[in-house]
């Protein structure tokens, strides 16, 4: 039993599982995500992940997953009342230097069901602003929360953060982010 579902099962707390998709088949998630329903779990963050240390992925071609896109591709069309989360990286990802094509993968994701975006934890503000505003310019509108639970709102994002459409990761700005409810904070 994962900790996910233990969680679910034992307290009652709404638990938002990460579900990572390397080296796994369709079959793999689709007992996993059964479990997950079955256990009340009704939202996932889907991840590419990376690979395990040591371990060699030797799936036959087109039998596997290969990045997020793929997974959420996926989920949504077998188990389209999953809510689904993605990851989003302020600072960029590792993998992905060129920043422009770093929020097409973004969009990919978003376009292929995904119902909120989470980002990565962030040092610098800025960065998470420039984000933000290049995600609201190019008409991607929803919900993002912020990838840690440090501070207050003015702290993270000064005096006017609230108003501007920035929310604190809180119960109050996550209700409803999943269940397969599209939700719009910006």
Not at 49 to 63: H, Q, S, T, V, Y
Not at 85 to 98: D, F, L, R, S
Request: proline share 5%; hydrophobic share 30%; net charge positive.
């Amino acid at each position: 039993m994962t900790w996910s579902v233990k969680l679910t099962r034992e307290t009652g707390l709404t638990v938002i599982p990460h579900l990572t998709c390397i080296c796994t088949t369709p079959k793999d998630i689709e007992r996993i995500i059964d479990t997950y329903i079955e256990s009340g779990i009704e939202n996932i963050m889907a991840l590419g992940g990376d690979m395990p240390i040591g371990k060699n992925c030797d799936l036959p071609a087109g039998e596997g997953f290969t990045y997020a896109f793929d997974l959420v591709t996926f989920v949504k069309k077998h188990f389209p009342r999953l809510g689904i989360g993605v990851a989003g990286y302020p600072e960029g990802h590792p993998k992905t230097p060129n920043r422009l094509k770093e929020i097409e993968y973004l969009k990919a994701k978003v376009d292929a069901g995904a119902d909120y975006i989470c980002t990565q934890l962030f040092f610098d503000n800025h960065l998470f602003y420039d984000f933000r505003e290049t995600l609201h310019y190019r008409g991607y509108h929803r919900a993002r929360h912020r990838g840690d639970n440090a501070g207050n709102v003015n702290q993270q994002y000064g005096p006017h953060g609230r108003s501007r459409g920035l929310h604190a990761f809180s119960r109050q700005t996550h209700e409803g982010a999943g269940k397969g409810r599209k939700r719009r904070i910006c």
